[in-house]
């Protein structure tokens, strides 16, 4: 079964030319598509031939709503979503002064391991196709009636793991004839896979690019954060600096701020001294409470030494504001909760 939503417009109109089917025919499903149905019968204007002819060898991606949280301190609004195979897969939106944002999900699960995150103790199952990362931002839109204007790969799942598909996304997410997202209004996380981070480069999207670093130095990294064995801090630092200079885009780095693991001042002035010079900008989240893990967020007195002591190395830095936390907005706490309680 073709995966239609996630075809590029050449490859969708090959697809309906090559079963002989006339050309005009591909611009017609391709408008269907990106108005966002969700079956071939809402397509009205199409002949019964052709709707059957795609029923029957295609297919077009949804995520069902299968539990929604909202927050009642801000509005923050958690989805569960299933698939078509019944996969589940957490997104969230964030309702800010300059629009909505969304944190969707490009994997079923994680491979990564990180000790502070609770997608990657749930297991991994699978990547997701261009068209679930899709199905995910125009479910949440529909059902708040809203248009969702920035996007934030930073949900279950490793971006650069499923590098294809996520290219493959980005591009029909920021085509002006589908949801239209600008690459600038598009931020992409990693935890630090070097070779896909030069690979990316070379396409100079324009989006931003933000590195989950959470330490300063390789043995503290190591414990938190395995892929470090693989690609050291030095590897990585290196590689973001080489990013900037490649594509124009200062870089973002993530820093849970853990306490009495990462967040003590001789942290800080090795972030400091690690980070001076590179054109950056460091966010500060206090990790969040995860079943099964002993690690607690930084006080509010450490939060703040750490921004002082970076700021003398010139690297600025903030406090990400915490939205949610009321509803465990952050991605794998509601999957894990919900399969383990028994769908409940």
Same mark, same amino acid.
């Given at each position: ?31 269907? %598509? +990106?108005? &966002?149905? $969700?079956?071939?019968?809402?397509? *009205? ?5 052709? @709707?059957?002819? #795609? /029923? ?122 589908? %949801? +239209?997202? &600008?690459? $600038?209004?598009?931020?992409?996380? *990693? ?5 896909? @981070?030069?690979? #990316? /480069? ?143």
């Amino acid at each position: 079964m073709t995966d239609i939503k996630s075809l590029y417009y050449p490859e969708l109109e090959k697809f309906i030319v090559d079963n002989n089917f006339p050309k005009f025919r591909a611009k017609q499903v391709w408008s269907w %598509l +990106n108005k &966002g149905v $969700r079956s071939f019968g809402e397509m *009205t204007n199409l002949p019964k031939n052709l @709707i059957d002819f #795609l /029923a029957s060898s295609s297919y077009i991606s949804v995520a069902n709503i299968e539990k929604k949280l909202v927050s009642r301190y801000d509005k923050t609004v958690k989805y569960l979503f299933r698939l078509n195979d019944g996969e589940f897969v957490e997104t969230v939106v964030m309702n800010y002064h300059h629009g909505y944002s969304i944190c969707v999900s490009t994997q079923v699960g994680c491979k990564m391991g990180c000790t502070f995150c609770a997608t990657g103790k749930s297991g991994f199952s699978r990547s997701l196709t261009a068209s679930e990362i899709l199905a995910q931002i125009e479910s949440a839109g529909r059902d708040l009636n809203v248009r969702i204007s920035n996007i934030v790969l930073m949900g279950m799942g490793e971006p650069l793991d499923n590098f294809d598909n996520v290219i493959r996304f980005l591009k029909l997410v920021s085509n002006e004839d589908g %949801l +239209n997202i &600008g690459m $600038r209004h598009i931020t992409l996380s *990693t935890c630090g896979i070097v070779p896909k @981070i030069y690979e #990316l /480069a070379e396409y100079k999207f324009g989006l931003t690019l933000s590195v989950s670093l959470h330490a300063p130095d390789n043995e503290t990294r190591n414990k938190t954060m395995p892929v470090n064995k693989t690609y050291p801090v030095e590897t990585l630092i290196k590689a973001c600096k080489d990013y900037f200079d490649k594509t124009g885009r200062r870089v973002s780095f993530e820093y849970a701020m853990i306490d009495k693991v990462n967040d003590s001042d001789s942290c800080a002035e090795k972030l400091g001294r690690l980070l001076k010079g590179l054109n950056c900008h460091v966010n500060l989240i206090p990790v969040n409470s995860v079943k099964g893990s002993d690690f607690k967020k930084s006080r509010i007195d450490r939060q703040k030494a750490f921004i002082n002591i970076l700021n003398k190395y010139s690297v600025t830095a903030t406090v990400r504001r915490t939205l949610g936390s009321d509803i465990d907005a952050s991605c794998g706490q509601l999957k894990r909760n919900y399969t383990q309680e028994g769908g409940k």
